[in-house]
């Protein structure tokens, strides 16, 4: 499903750097989420955004930063990564309204290396 | 504290076999209760969802069951086959607020 994309696919990187993770949406959506998934822990939220001015910390935010640039746009920084950052990313999109508006649609997901 | 407990983690079914998968949460004010299928190297997708007022909902082979009392809800495969193997999560939402996932159950399907 290429409504929900995300850059880069894969990414291995060093301690102590800066990463970015993006994600763009052609959905229409105003809600707009990032989480990481880890084997048994399952999908953790680390940060979400109602609207371009509603920022909001999920449950793993530590070590984490994001940007809403625009309706369509939601990026995740890890500002100095360490080691057990290491998981596979997922930005997810919702609608506001709407019969469907609890269901979120994923990207295919960024799988991070920190070494 | 965990909002939703999912059971078990992993799985194995025979081919045409039902596959069950259980969810339990705390707070009772969750009105939506989704299971999403995620497949190896691809995003979650919704499978299917209930609302409380309800017991059960079918849709093909996959059912979700409910129930209110006990604070539970499952997700039954019918007939299972080699192409349901997948990761399953179950998940808990209030109104129009976020999704809080359970932990996944990995599901094997075995000829």
């Known amino acids: 499903d290429a409504d929900v994309t995300q850059t880069p696919r894969n990414r291995i990187t060093k301690t102590g750097k800066r990463i970015m993770l993006e994600c763009s949406q052609t959905k229409g959506h105003d809600r707009m989420y990032w989480y990481r998934q880890d084997p048994g822990l399952g999908l953790r939220l680390i940060y979400y955004s109602f609207d371009v001015k509603d920022i909001n910390k999920g449950e793993i935010s530590d070590g984490y930063s994001v940007s809403r640039q625009a309706q369509a746009k939601f990026s995740l920084s890890l500002e100095s990564a360490i080691p057990n950052q290491t998981a596979l990313y997922f930005c997810?999109?919702?609608?506001?309204?709407?019969?469907?508006?609890?269901?979120?649609?994923f990207g295919p997901g960024t799988r991070l290396t920190v070494l | 504290q965990q909002q939703v407990k999912q059971s078990p983690q992993s799985l194995i079914v025979q081919k045409g076999g039902i596959s069950i998968i259980n969810c339990a949460y705390e707070?009772?004010?969750?009105?939506?209760f989704p299971w999403y299928q995620q497949f190896p190297g691809k995003g979650p997708a919704l499978l299917i969802a209930i609302r409380p007022d309800v017991s059960e909902k079918k849709e093909g082979r996959f059912t979700i069951s409910f129930n209110k009392s006990a604070k539970q809800f499952s997700l039954h495969i019918m007939d299972s086959q080699p192409g349901d193997s997948a990761t399953y999560f179950c998940?808990?939402?209030?109104?129009?607020?976020?999704?809080?996932f359970g932990t996944g159950t990995r599901l094997t399907i075995i000829p």
């Open positions: 998940a808990v939402a209030f109104g129009n607020e976020k999704l809080t």
């Open positions: 997810a999109t919702s609608d506001f309204s709407g019969p469907k508006h609890n269901e979120q649609f």
């Open positions: 707070n009772t004010a969750f009105d939506y």
